[in-house]
């Protein structure tokens, strides 16, 4: 496995340019790319500018910033030094708008590069990723619903980076119940309003890295309906204009804490009072979830790309540790006769820990690329409403399956090291630390389950599902006759089929009792990703294999054919060993409620 790679011995993290080029050259629909005038040697040019800007400014202050965290006084937040002078590199350097519009200053570059440039920054260090993320997710919501008053007035700050932005949704309360807000707003004048209550876990909120903050804040108008349904969205400055015409003004906008938190030291966990802040709708009246979906759709693409970068942290330094440590001898054997003991690297179980890494980083990242093609296609005008729908359904299987499976990696990188990743020195228990949120904002893991079950299969009568399953019908037809995949295709296939089936026998229990959908939500949703992921290590494969057969492995992506054989192989080990765990996830949903259900907890 090791002389397949490239040598993570010198080094915390390097970016994963060649897979990233195998899957924008080779793996995309031609249709996603014909919308934009880039080539891809443009995009790989920024995307390898990108990786060096984080494996020299961000790897090297990633356990710094973790120790140095962040300081709360009296209503001001400081981050570290480090992370706050690579930030303004980073924003000045013009990263911050790379898939934003040219009008307010963006680079209009696609999805399929942005979201590249995403992993690379959360796998760097995951605490700095996240003020861009979130500014850039509010721009969309600005950029969708916003006013062009709006747009005009904040856009361009937001995306130079001068100013950065949040999302204010959760209250203490009501956590991910948002139909249980408190935040009122009251209208004062024209598009204006005064917004009042407090929200908790905001993150950047506060901090001294940019010279605005803009918080997108839900709140209930006076007389709105009860619920989600009467909830409207406004832009909320911390500053205001002065009479200078400079942004100046405090208004009433107050961090009254942070918290002490489990990871993500170095990224500032905020509650936020507004306290008569003056306030601007974005959208309609009674509106705000639409809007703020835009964002948080936006944010939960993030945040899969976020395990799928925490996978890939984990497998580059649990590589680099097991072919250097040594400990035992081979069952099979000795293998490193000049040392007293052989390198982790030989032991069965060791490999099995890094190649479900390698397996997961890799399948979530063609599961990322393709989402990002079909959201660069959503950006464009006449959309057919099947990619919509197809998107719409792979993004919560990505956000709750990819974090999922990040953790999990994670936590093997602390095996790998033993003691050795219990400790902090190692850097691998940050790893976990840091990660271990993603799999509970935008969204738990749960909320995805039951978003993607009820709302996205259920809720369009199967009809998204089928948009899927119909490439892999499709996958599985065309190569079923390919020597390395045709009996995995034809175990896909059948998955496949079974998948529609698993659909109808849990609408049935549903439609008696609701809460039959809730009990199987979670386990259909990590049988939908095991599944999912399948399809597209199958289709890596047979693509690699296709390549090595034309003898295209000298091409603009640099293909080598260790690295399209090494596709091969591990294709056959997710097929061997991680495709069969949606058989216990299927067998699990089959049960029903009733021993979920069954004892009681207090309630009546």
């Known amino acids: 496995m090791a002389d397949l790679v490239p040598d993570y011995s010198a080094t915390d993290y390097l970016a994963p340019i060649t897979d990233m080029k195998f899957l924008i050259n080779e793996m995309s629909d031609n249709t996603a790319h014909c919308h934009s005038s880039v080539s891809n040697e443009d995009l790989f040019f920024v995307l390898e500018q990108g990786a060096r800007f984080a494996e020299e400014e961000l790897v090297p202050i990633n356990a710094s910033g973790d120790s140095e965290g962040c300081q709360f006084d009296n209503g001001n937040v400081t981050i570290p030094t480090k992370l706050k002078s690579a930030f303004r590199k980073y924003a000045d350097a013009g990263w911050m708008g790379l898939s934003m519009p040219e009008q307010w200053g963006g680079q209009a570059l696609p999805e399929r590069l942005a979201i590249c440039v995403g992993e690379i920054l959360t796998s760097a260090n995951h605490a700095f990723s996240m003020t861009p993320a979130l500014t850039m997710s509010a721009c969309r919501a600005i950029i969708g619903h916003g006013s062009d008053e709006l747009k005009e007035t904040y856009l361009q700050n937001m995306i130079s980076g001068q ?23 009251e209208k004062i004048s024209g598009n204006g309003y005064r917004i009042k209550g407090n929200k908790i876990f905001i993150s950047s909120g506060q901090h001294d890295a940019s010279e605005n903050i803009i918080h997108l804040v839900l709140a209930r108008l006076k007389g709105a309906p009860k619920g989600i349904k009467g909830l409207s969205l406004f832009l909320v400055p911390s500053k205001l204009l002065d009479d200078s015409n400079h942004w100046a003004t405090p208004n009433a906008v107050h961090c009254i804490g942070i918290e002490e938190k489990m990871g993500v030291h170095a990224n500032p966990t905020c509650t936020m009072s507004f306290e008569g802040s003056e306030g601007y709708l974005i959208g309609q009246q009674n509106r705000g979830i639409n809007a703020m979906f835009t964002m948080m759709n936006e944010m939960r693409l993030g945040a899969s790309m976020q395990g799928v970068g925490l996978s890939e942290r984990s497998y580059q330094k649990s590589l680099a540790y097991a072919t250097q440590r040594t400990q035992m001898r081979s069952l099979s054997g000795i293998k490193s006769p000049d040392k007293e003991a052989d390198p982790l690297i030989v032991h069965p179980d060791i490999r099995r820990m890094i190649l479900t890494q390698k397996v997961f980083a890799e399948g979530g990242r063609a599961l990322g690329q393709f989402c990002a093609n079909l959201l660069d296609e959503t950006h464009q005008a ?11 359904f792979l993004t919560p299987i990505a956000k709750g399956f990819c974090t999922e499976t990040g953790l999990e990696s994670a936590s093997h990188a602390i095996q790998v090291y033993g003691g050795h990743g219990f400790i902090k020195e190692s850097g691998v228990e940050q790893l976990y630390r840091d990660g271990r949120i993603s799999t509970i904002y935008e969204g738990t893991t749960g909320i995805q389950a039951l978003d993607l079950l009820g709302r996205k299969v259920l809720g369009t009568q199967g009809k998204s599902l089928l ?32 998948w529609s089936e ?27 990703g095991y599944v999912t992921l399948g399809y597209f290590w199958a289709k890596m494969a ?20 260790a690295f399209l054989e090494a ?16 058989l216990s996830h299927k067998a699990i949903l089959l049960t029903g409620k009733d021993s979920l259900m069954a004892q009681s907890y207090g309630t009546t």
Not at 468 to 496: A, E, R, V, W
Not at 569 to 578: C, E, L, S, V
């Open 163 to 185: 100013w950065t932005g949040t999302m204010c949704l959760t209250e203490s309360h009501c956590g991910s119940d948002l139909g249980l807000i408190r935040s009122s707003a």
């Open 382 to 392: 006449n959309v057919s409403k099947e990619k919509v729908q197809l998107l719409d």
């Open 467 to 498: 948009s899927f399953t119909k490439l892999i019908h499709t996958l599985c037809q065309t190569h079923k006759s390919d020597p390395n995949m045709g009996t995995h295709l034809q175990n896909l296939s059948l998955y496949s089929k079974e």
């Open 502 to 528: 698993i659909t109808m026998k849990i609408a049935e229990k549903g439609m008696r009792d609701a809460d039959e959908v809730g009990a199987a939500s979670f386990d259909f949703l990590m049988y939908s």
């Open 542 to 561: 047979v693509t690699a294999q296709n390549l090595l057969h034309v003898g295209r492995t000298a091409t603009s992506t640099d293909l080598q054919p």
């Open 567 to 582: 596709k091969i192989n591990n294709a056959q080990f997710y097929f061997d060993r991680i495709l069969p765990r949606a």
